[in-house]
């Protein structure tokens, strides 16, 4: 109930101010296409806003907003403050300004928003909850294919978990042309082929390459995710809801070897498949019945009509035909293509690149040889059954659980304590402090699963250094996701691409060396390693984020590119 609550009450709506475009009239200010193009399009203000803006001279900066209204007084002047709408309460300016139209994502009812939020954190779920069905059947593919559990895992687990990166930049360029929905549609329609081809694949060789196929394809919502929460949410509420987003795609690798592991110990990998066919399916039902186009071409002017409507335009939005007539008011496809290269060699992007493509990887590469460490017999593992693999993947459920529901409240509370001492202006890095949270439970969760594995210590040290370990993971990741996103306000697909493509480029490399390398010179040296690695990256780059990152905002912001 109170989960129920948070999702439908913690959203604050515009308040009732007088119409922009009503005063834009009564002021005469007419927007030039060289403003709508460079500002309002680049900083998500409402165009009628942008008039306003351009008249007095306002210029917006990534990385820092007026969140006072009292201080948006002081900066922008009372005739443009007075013009600003704000939350509910009337605490908060709105970021970006809402238009006037009943279209605008922003202006949907709380229940449309969180509906759309919780059908793309389902879809979310799907690349790793599938490619964690390898993980609850990986002795009985083992056994069927008559190979070993690492040649499974070297053939299909790691170069599917690889395929999750360059897919989601490829779905970022669709996107960016041809809107959220289809490309969310198509990529779940596609990727449930490939599923359904897992299940009846006849050979090791078509059951990998069904399986990289289907993580190329469905990796779509964990990309537009971050797009997503940005067109429907304001500011202030945006780090709240990516942390409930994220908590989807992190949990998700743990459910199918948790949940479906029970299962096949029992059963048949294929079944297990099955299963997870089954949720996709149900997944690409609520995508057709109930999920809209967020995506809303504010920096038109002036904006088109529907090129269709009712019915009509339900179909042909989901299909993707709306997206491409609209495509001629989009980037081109030059642009969509090189937006991604634009933004990765920025320093505090290609810094925090690192940093979660390490932490990240190394939680990754946990998931993948758990299952080898717990089921293989001494001296390698504990020697566990089927049912004791299984119940091992409980605790980092747990533990995600517990890092949403610490992480919607923690990153809130710091930046609302840290905007208040700084007059009411918010700068992007505040969003990094939470970052000194997570890194004391990673380094201490890795030690203690390196020293339980190699001293076959109780279970209970793998259920506090594993939980440990994650519950740290999902701090660090919204972190670096709210951060990234405030400094790039307008890039949120692009981050989220290449913070997905570090994050599995991580992964992927990880589970390579971990088990041969344990076997060589014990896992707590293997896990240590990883913990001091992790440790050495966060004081290096954090710390110098946090001096510099506002120079470097400036310095190598889009906007002087």
Not at 91 to 97: E, F, G, H, M
Not at 218 to 239: E, M, W, Y
Request: some cysteine; proline content about 6%; aromatic content about 14%.
């Amino acid at each position: 109930m109170n989960e129920k609550r948070d999702l439908h009450e913690d959203e604050e709506s515009p308040s009732h101010t007088p119409p922009l475009q009503i005063a834009q009239q009564q002021e005469k200010v007419v927007p030039s296409a060289d403003y709508i193009e460079n500002y309002a399009g680049k900083a998500g203000f409402s165009h009628n806003l942008a008039a306003v803006a351009q008249a007095q001279g306002f210029k917006p900066e990534d990385g820092r907003l007026v969140v006072d209204p009292a201080e948006a007084r002081i900066e922008y002047g009372e005739e443009i403050a007075s013009k600003l709408k704000l939350n509910k309460s009337g605490t908060k300016v709105l970021w970006p300004q809402p238009s006037d139209s009943p279209d605008d994502p922003q202006n949907w009812s709380p229940r449309k928003k969180n509906i759309q939020l919780l059908i793309l954190t389902m879809a979310s779920f799907v690349p790793d909850f599938a490619s964690g069905l390898g993980i609850a059947g990986l002795f009985g593919l083992a056994e069927t294919f008559n190979t070993t559990t690492e040649e499974i895992n070297n053939i299909s687990s790691n170069w599917s978990i690889f395929c999750l990166g360059p897919g989601g930049i490829i779905a970022v360029m669709l996107i960016k042309r041809y809107g959220r929905l289809p490309i969310l549609f198509w990529s779940q329609f596609i990727g449930l082929g490939f599923l359904i081809g897992c299940a009846v694949a006849p050979n090791l060789h078509t059951f990998a390459a069904m399986r990289i196929l289907n993580a190329l394809f469905s990796t779509a919502p964990q990309c537009a995710g971050l797009f997503t929460v940005c067109d429907l949410f304001p500011f202030h509420l945006q780090a709240r809801k990516l942390n409930l987003w994220t908590m989807g795609f992190i949990i998700s690798p743990f459910i199918s070897p948790f949940l479906l592991g029970f299962m096949v110990a029992s059963s048949t990998w294929r079944n297990v498949y099955w299963v997870g066919v089954a949720y996709v399916i149900l997944v690409v039902v609520l995508i057709v019945l109930f999920m809209e186009e967020t995506m809303y071409d504010r920096d038109v002017v002036p904006f088109p009509e529907r090129p269709t409507q009712g019915l009509r335009y339900r179909i042909e939005t989901l299909l993707g035909v709306t997206g491409v007539k609209m495509a001629k008011y989009r980037c081109s496809w030059a642009e969509s293509v090189s937006s991604v290269f634009d933004l990765v060699w920025r320093p505090h992007m290609l810094l925090m690149l690192i940093y979660v493509g390490v932490t990240f990887g190394f939680g990754i590469g946990i998931n993948v040889t758990t299952a080898v460490f717990t089921g293989s017999p001494p001296p390698v593992g504990y020697g566990f059954s089927a049912y004791g693999t299984a119940a091992c993947y409980g605790i980092p459920i747990v533990a995600v659980i517990i890092g949403e529901l610490v992480g919607r409240y923690l990153n809130d509370a710091v930046a609302d304590r840290l905007i208040k001492r700084n007059s009411g202006v918010f700068l992007a890095e505040f969003r990094l402090w939470t970052c000194y949270v997570a890194i004391p439970f990673f380094v201490a969760g890795f030690v203690l699963i390196g020293a339980g594995f190699q001293y076959k210590l109780s279970v209970a040290a793998l259920v506090f250094g594993w939980g440990m370990a994650e519950f740290a993971i999902l701090i660090n990741t919204v972190s670096v996701y709210n951060y990234l996103n405030n400094c790039f306000p307008t890039r949120q697909g692009e981050v989220s691409a290449l913070v997905n493509f570090a994050r599995t480029m991580g992964g992927f490399a990880v589970p390579y060396y971990q088990v041969p390398y344990a076997e060589k010179v014990g896992p707590l040296a293997v896990f240590g390693m990883e913990a001091g690695i992790a440790a050495g990256l966060f004081i290096l780059i954090i710390p110098f984020l946090q001096l510099k990152g506002a120079s470097l905002r400036h310095r190598f912001s889009i906007h002087h590119s």
